[in-house]
């Protein structure tokens, strides 16, 4: 039962135009969200996040849009750079027993062509 | 300001050994959480532990196990291993167990079991 979900396993996008990545969720418990992007050989870093409360936080060049209603969010990169060609993974925290445990999606591999 | 380190880097194993992978957290981080990652798939959450107990854990079956030790360093122990525990594992840090506290990981160590 995936409660985090990216449905588009790779995404090409020309340097300098926009990337958006989709996530889906599916636990109505989700009150917080994560991007993480990972190079090869790298762990996981984070790029931004989103609280429930919101519906949109910005950050340079990067943008995360929730919608709660359909239990949505995206992450619009712009303009997109060669460096952010990586593996951009949506996650959630389940504090579940106050523990702080994070749910991913399987990943989207974002390829920027120069 | 060090980062979270793992190791080993790689690792070669066969099915019903065990192996230990080792974690030294963030300097002022004392809570650590593994995950594993299989390939293709986002990271998934092993059990994290806060303060040297652990703290909450994902479902993993008994033969994964850990421990913390006093400088918040970790160890993470499979036993039986199994064709399927081929994934990187990756191990992260926080300062807190509680959910508004950033998690930084570590490169990960790339299990194969044959």
């Known amino acids: 039962d995936q409660q985090v979900k990216q449905n588009s396993p790779s995404l090409s996008v020309q340097e300098g135009r926009i990337s958006i990545l989709n996530c889906d969720y599916t636990?109505?418990?989700?009150?917080?969200f994560l991007w993480y992007k990972k190079y090869p050989a790298e762990g996981p870093t984070f790029l931004i996040s989103i609280s429930s409360i919101k519906d949109k936080n910005e950050d340079g060049r990067f943008t995360v849009f929730l919608n709660k209603s359909a239990k949505h969010l995206s992450l619009h990169i712009v303009p997109s750079q060669p460096g952010d060609s990586a593996v951009h993974f949506c996650a959630a925290p389940n504090s579940g027993a106050g523990s702080y445990q994070l749910t991913f999606g399987k990943g989207t591999k974002l390829s920027v062509i120069p | 300001e060090t980062g979270v380190t793992q190791s080993p880097t790689h690792l070669i194993k066969t099915r019903g050994q065990q192996v230990t992978l080792r974690c030294s957290s963030q300097s002022g981080h004392n809570t650590v959480s593994w995950y594993q990652q299989a390939l293709g798939q986002g990271p998934q959450f092993i059990f994290q532990?806060?303060?040297?107990?652990?703290?909450g854990r994902g479902n993993f079956p008994p033969r994964f196990s850990g421990l913390q030790f006093p400088n918040y360093s970790s160890e993470l122990n499979v036993n039986a291993l199994e064709l399927d525990d081929s994934a990187l594992y990756l191990c992260?840090?926080?300062?807190?167990?509680?959910?508004?506290?950033?998690?930084?990981f570590g490169p990960g160590t790339r299990l194969t079991v044959l």
């Open positions: 636990n109505s418990m989700f009150d917080y």
């Open positions: 532990y806060y303060r040297e107990e652990e703290n």
């Open positions: 992260a840090s926080s300062k807190e167990g509680g959910v508004d506290n950033e998690q930084f």
